[in-house]
Nanobody
Framework: QVQLVESGGGLVQAGGSLRLSCAAS????????MGWFRQAPGKGRDFLAG????????YYADSVKGRFTISRDNAKNTVWLQMNNLKPEDTAVYCC???????????????????WGQGTQVTVSS
């Protein structure tokens, strides 16, 4: 099973940008589809973006399409989430997830997810 550690969260003003990182340990990182999710206080965990094993296929929630970009580097065992034009409603705990043999679109409904990170806080001030 892959272990995941997120970093890069923090406090940013509305309209600003942040880049989140998710570092994976364990073997066969390139066999996993990866995804980013977020959870605001009192709400459920929402899907944001998914990426397949090679990085050749990505899938986004409508709420972040055009503002967020997911990418990965299998040589570095890392997946990133570039977030631009941040809004106060983007405030949440952001976490990454891994699905062995999964797909970018399958991450939306959490198909095959077998690893979660602990999350990193993102706070957007108005």
């Amino acid at each position: 099973q892959v272990q995941l550690v997120e970093s890069g969260g923090g406090l940013v003003q509305a309209g600003g940008s942040l880049r989140l990182s998710c570092a994976a340990s364990g073997r066969s990182f390139s066999s996993y589809a990866m995804g980013w999710f977020r959870q605001a206080p009192g709400k459920g965990r929402d899907f944001l973006a998914g990426i397949n094993w090679s990085g050749g296929s990505t899938y986004y929630a409508d709420s972040v399409k055009g503002r967020f970009t997911i990418s990965r580097d299998n040589a570095k065992n890392t997946v990133w989430l570039q977030m631009n034009n941040l809004k106060p409603e983007d405030t949440a705990v952001y976490c990454c997830a891994a699905a062995f043999g999964g797909t970018a679109q399958g991450m939306k409904v959490k198909i095959g997810i077998n690893g979660w990170g602990q999350g990193t806080q993102v706070t957007v001030s108005s």
